[in-house]
């Protein structure tokens, strides 16, 4: 890629806010930033007690950044959440002990992050000084997010049984969406560019979902390269990117086309 030195290690999760401020984690605790909407990407490393992987991250109110990680040991898969508080300079582990595969926040308040070990879902209206258990009536969660204050998406992998879930009082309760499109595949990652066009990363061959209402309906579409995706962001309606393995691509124009950065 250009602008940016090619890692062997893969890129689990990206987020890019308004402010063009964004942040790439992956494996082996790696850690990319940039602060020109993706431009360019500085590559930075952490050892950050036994992490094995990042496999999500969140930026919110500038210098504050939440992390999600995945460790083995003792036989079983573990992990935790992590916080800086400047810009990922230093982190603390917020303890929770259980494997965080994604986090999403609608606004510097709200957020959720999701589990991919006893299927919890944790849900914060503070900014993620405090975090309430909301369902872990599923086994495992893939991925999930928040699109404003109530409303919110998550896809239950319960080996081989998937389940794209939806709420809409705050994950106090929430209702399965089955939708025939979906052919019980399996969401990477899920994003909504505005209130009703979401997307839904498949993964392998450069396969995703889209939906334009809301994620009733979803409707199979591929990048048209052969690539891992891994994961998804949307700065707005136009500006958007797609982690793909060891690079980056990024689309202007809503996802019609792509280019890498």
Known sequence: DANMDITDWNLNSLYVDSFGEGICVGDRGQILSTNDYGENWLKSWQSIGRVYEFNCSALIRDSIIFAGSSNFGGGVPWGDLYKSTDYGQTWSPMNFWCEVNDISFANDSTGA?????????????????????????????????????????????????????????????????????????????????DDTTGFGIVGYKGVYYRSDDQGVNWILDSIGFDYYLNSINFVDSLKGFIGVRDHILKTIDGGESRYET
Do not use: P
């Not at 998937?162 to 994003?191: P, R």
């Open 113 to 193: 992050f999701f589990s991919n070990y006893l299927g919890y879902i944790y849900y914060t209206d503070d900014g993620g000084v405090n975090w309430s258990e909301r369902q872990n009536l599923y086994e495992n969660f893939s991925c999930g997010y928040m699109l404003n204050d109530t409303i919110g998406f998550a896809f239950a992998d319960d080996y081989g049984s998937n389940t794209l879930i939806k709420t809409y009082d705050a994950w106090v309760t929430f209702v399965e969406i089955n939708s025939e499109g979906l052919n019980n595949n399996t969401f990477e990652d899920i994003e909504f560019k």
